[in-house]
């Protein structure tokens, strides 16, 4: 049966939607996040205290954004299935919560006034946030391109039989 479009017995399927970020909330997690980053670096630029100190807290900060883009797609890639190790999933939790206390750990042993602490606490824990999110947002555009693509591969192989 041919499926010719005239014909009484086609069915037209609407061709399916891929949903997208809008371009103002990816311009606002893109502007969050490099904000966020330029508090941190900012605040640790100008900490008073040690060398040492600003260089072990640089990178904690560091260590914590790494474990957080670990972490969410650790958890966006077992969200519908477990496609990992039982054992990878210690290793990721483990490395965002050890990242996080040895961070915390750093901050609460640093001889800097308590506004400076305070300070910190605050753009690193907006950082970790704003990771999240970017990391969301990155993922979700990565996937409307893979299913994109697919529909595309589809569309031209349907046209090509």
């Not at 008073?48 to 650790?74: E, H, I, N, W």
């Amino acid at each position: 049966m041919s499926s010719d479009a005239s014909s009484p017995f086609s069915v037209s399927m609407p061709a399916p939607v891929v949903r997208r970020d809008t371009r103002a909330w990816r311009a606002q997690v893109w502007i969050s996040f490099g904000l966020a980053a330029m508090l941190c670096a900012t605040g640790l630029a100008w900490l008073p205290g040690q060398d040492l100190d600003r260089a072990f807290m640089v990178m904690g900060y560091l260590f914590c954004l790494t474990s957080a883009f670990g972490l969410s797609k650790f958890i966006r890639d077992n969200e519908k299935r477990r496609s990992d190790t039982p054992g990878w999933k210690w290793v990721v939790w483990g490395g965002f919560f050890l990242a996080m206390a040895l961070t915390a750990w750093g901050l609460w042993r640093m001889e800097v006034q308590p506004v400076w602490k305070a300070y910190l606490v605050v753009s690193w824990l907006y950082l970790i946030s704003s990771v999240f999110t970017l990391a969301k947002t990155l993922r979700d555009a990565h996937e409307a391109d893979v299913l994109e693509a697919r529909l595309q591969g589809r569309r031209e192989a349907r046209d090509e039989a």
